[in-house]
Nanobody
């Protein structure tokens, strides 16, 4: 399984970014996918997950601002991030939840 995250960059507070994670190499249609965030000095934090059936869970700090979704072929997972805050700065990783399959991270910086 190979995962590749993209879409990070610099955004102003209150702005938006959309992260994408492409998956290849194995069927992931039955897997739960997740996005994590890591800031320097901290462990990776689970911020959003989505089951194969579309059930989503969010950590409190992003609830109402971020939306995780996946395409019908279940080869892409997205994280729409709205109303960004400086505290959202970090490296974002996608993962096949509960496995050691991680994508390379994509940097998100929220700053004016």
């Amino acid at each position: 399984v190979q995962l590749q995250a993209s879409g990070g960059g610099l955004a102003q507070p209150g702005g938006s970014l959309r992260l994408s994670c492409s998956a290849s190499g194995s069927a992931l249609s039955s897997e739960t996918m997740a996005w994590y965030r890591q800031v320097p000095g901290n462990q990776r934090e689970l911020i959003a997950s989505i089951t194969s059936g579309g059930t989503t869970i969010y950590t409190g700090s992003v609830k109402g601002r971020f939306t995780i979704s996946r395409d019908s072929a279940k080869t892409m997972v997205y994280l729409q991030m709205n109303h960004l805050e400086p505290e959202d700065t970090g490296i974002y990783y996608c993962r096949v939840f509960g496995t050691h399959y991680w994508g390379k991270g994509t940097q998100v910086t929220v700053s004016s």
